[in-house]
């Protein structure tokens, strides 16, 4: 079967894109280059002294060794210290919001042991007791210097080995490592160990486990996500903002879970890290990271329905010094399903490698493949009625998809990370994320009419045969770091993003000259899904695509502004640019220079309770047309939100409550009537929600 794809690149945007990435990354640079040049100035004592930045460990009771090498890695340092002297020695574990010191005190506890800075990054450990002079005894080996390097970390808020059903930090709602109670905006965060104790295999599952989000199977395998009464379409991997749609996900709704440390949900507008989006929620789905310490598991699972599942999960260091790591991790499922003809496979491969360039230097390169090939799938919903109105009573295991019938959905990530650490904490890091995804769909349904009860007669196909691709190209850069302000400890960041987003669509038409061209269901109560598979034909019937470019810089500052109050300010400038050509129509939505402001403020009540309150912006550009047949403009507002948030048991049991209010302007409600092309039509409206 032949099949080809239309529509072409707008002259000029790749020149334009490597103007807005090369400016960027010179307005960037000359920002960051002043924020390190004030925080040099204002900071006179070294960073282990003075104010020094608090950090939320979550280190489990282990080995003193393995303690020290979480600590570094959270920490950013690298510890020296004899192999030897800490050999058979135990640490409690630590958990809470710490200075370096602090913690590394509380680690050492009741070890004899005791650490000294030998540099702004570089600790040494020793013991204090008196050696005496002269040889060492008989039989005693010497032992070689541990080198642990507490490189820029990839995953700060890792909960892998953790046990925890909390995260340490979350960064998905500013950029800002902080805690679930640090940040003035709802969000729920699935963690390693709950999705293993309940056993969250795909997307679904998690979604259905996060608190204030729903799943809804439309049918036909479409599956949307709602918060607050919006469907969710922001996405994100490892903080790169990409796009969910529901009805062409291209495996966004069918994700394996194996390849993820964690999900964190952040429900309400995200604007500053996301830009464009609705206010339902962003899902952030954080990949695993390599370990330097070996370490692999195998799972092999079988349940109703012939539903066969295996996985393999190995990590460790790929030489000898452990500065480059690497991961592997992929998952099989073969299940059937209590509906008749109904089967599906899913495969997933997951790859990543972290390399230490320098001490302080992080590169990260990995990609990803998933694929999901179904069989008797369906294109609609059974026929709620008979043809004498009485409800439709079919056996549970009725199927209408025709055997054939399939949604295959494939997806793969490629990205690269590279990141470094300053002497003076700041840090600039560059994400580079490739997408690709696709589908390809052949689907016929006893769906259409309603059944005589005594023939079966009455009932049609639904016919579905499309294929698709989009493809999603992005690029971040930023920079975050502390800022003395009135001898006080703040924090920056800034950064910006480049943008791109390529879907098509083709649907097919039936040859009529091939087998299988009936659309009639002969007796729908004794369907099999067994009829003939068309033969396409070779040109697409009708075909879409869309390219949307965003492009945008951000900054955002967290003052310090008492012990007890902490404010956030920030604001991002977009621009915005939709082409559109969709069943032949053409059209065209661009908008430059929006800003869309982040505030947010957290007061300490207690040492366990704090308030919070938050203002975002929202901005979504439409689709939707008016009878005249114009596109109308993005829907804008705000979205305000008040909260507790309380944290026990050093973070290991958070709780809070939340109020909000949306209010946005060009919201589409139908009109009434239809645009010049025949679809229906849209007016605006201002809508508040609460």
């Known amino acids: 079967m032949s099949r080809t ?128 002079a002269g040889a060492a005894p008989a039989g005693a080996i010497a032992l070689d210097t541990i080198d642990v390097d507490g490189v ?117 507008t995200s604007g500053l890290t996301t830009g464009a989006g609705n206010p339902g929620a962003t899902i952030n789905l954080i990949r695993k990271k390599p370990t330097r310490a070996f370490q692999g598991y195998t799972t092999l699972r079988a349940g109703s329905w012939d539903d066969y599942r295996g996985e393999l999960d190995l990590s460790g260091a790929l030489n000898e010094s452990g500065t480059v790591r690497g ?16 089967e599906q496979k899913s495969s997933l491969f997951y790859g990543i490698v972290e390399a230490d360039l320098t001490p302080d230097t992080l590169l990260t390169v990995g990609a990803d493949y998933q694929r999901f090939v179904p069989r008797g799938y369906t294109a609609g919903m059974i026929p709620l009625f008979n043809s004498l109105g009485e409800f439709n009573t079919v056996p549970r295991s009725f199927n209408p998809g025709a055997r054939w019938g399939t949604w295959e959905q494939n997806a793969s990530n490629v990205f690269t990370m590279l990141e470094h650490r300053f002497d003076n904490e700041w840090r600039i890091k560059l994400h580079l994320l490739r997408q690709v995804s696709g589908y390809d769909m052949a689907i016929a349904s006893a769906s259409g009419g309603n059944p005589n009860p005594l ?56 040859d009529p000259t091939g087998p299988g061209t009936s659309n009639i269901v002969s007796d729908f109560y ?49 621009d915005y640019e939709a082409n559109r050509l969709n069943w032949g129509v053409s059209s065209r939505l661009k908008k430059s220079g929006q800003v869309i402001p982040y505030y947010g403020a957290v007061f300490d009540l207690t040492d366990a309770l704090s308030a919070y309150a938050s203002y975002t912006g929202i901005f979504m550009p439409q689709t939707a047309q008016n009878e005249q047949g114009a596109t109308l403009p993005p829907l804008e507002g705000i979205n305000t939100e008040y909260g507790l948030k309380a944290a026990f048991f050093d973070g290991r049991l958070n709780a809070s409550a939340a109020y909000f209010q949306l ?18 039509a849209y007016l605006i409206v201002r809508r508040t929600a609460s």
């Open 526 to 574: 004794n369907w099999t899904g067994n009829i003939p598979q068309p033969r396409l034909l070779p040109v697409p019937t009708n075909s879409n695509r869309e390219v949307h470019d965003e492009n945008g810089v951000y900054v955002a500052t967290r003052l310090n502004v008492h012990d007890r109050l902490k404010v956030l300010l920030g604001a991002r400038v977009a």
């Open 152 to 268: 820029p970390s990839s995953d700060p808020g890792r909960t892998e080995g953790t046990g925890a059903y909390t995260p340490s930090v979350t960064a998905t709602a500013t950029r800002f490592q902080l805690t679930p109670r640090e940040t003035p905006q709802s969000i729920s965060v699935i963690t390693q160990q709950q999705m293993n104790d309940f056993s969250l295999r795909s997307i679904n599952d998690v979604v259905n486990q996060t608190p204030g989000l729903s799943v809804q199977n439309a049918g036909a395998g479409i599956t949307n996500y709602y918060a607050r009464g919006f469907t969710i379409q922001s996405m994100q991997y490892d903080g790169m903002q990409t796009y969910l749609n529901g009805a062409y996900p291209g495996t966004d709704t069918s994700r394996d879970m194996a390849m993820y440390d964690r999900v964190e949900v952040l429900k309400g």
């Open 663 to 680: 209010k946005q302007d060009n919201y589409a409600v139908p009109s009434g009537g239809l645009t010049p092309i025949g679809t229906p």
């Open 455 to 510: 023939d079966g007669s009455g009932v049609s196909l639904w016919r579905y045969n499309y294929t698709g691709k989009t493809r999603t190209d992005t690029a971040e850069l930023f920079a975050s770091g502390p800022l003395w302000l009135f001898d006080r400890k703040h924090e920056l960041i800034v950064g910006g993003r480049i943008s791109r987003r390529d879907w098509r669509n083709n649907g097919f038409g039936v």
């Open 327 to 342: 991961r592997f991790v992929t998952a099989h499922q073969d299940a059937r399903s209590y509906l008749s003809h109904r």
């Open 5 to 132: 794809e239309q529509g072409g690149r707008g002259t000029g945007t790749v020149s334009a894109l490597r103007n807005i990435l090369l400016g960027s990354a010179a307005v960037l640079t000359l920002l960051t280059s002043a924020a390190f040049l004030e925080s040099a100035n204002a900071q006179a004592i070294p960073s282990q002294q003075g104010a020094p930045q608090a950090i939320a460990f979550n280190i489990p009771a282990q080995d003193l060794g393995g303690a020290l090498n979480a600590f570094a890695d959270r920490a950013g340092l690298r510890l020296l210290f004899p192999s030897n002297l800490v050999a058979g020695r135990r640490s409690a574990g630590l958990t809470g919001t710490l200075t370096r010191n602090q913690a590394l005190s509380r680690l050492l506890a009741g070890s004899g042991l005791t650490f000294r800075f030998t540099s702004a990054n570089t600790v040494t450990i020793a013991d204090p007791a008196p050696v005496s």
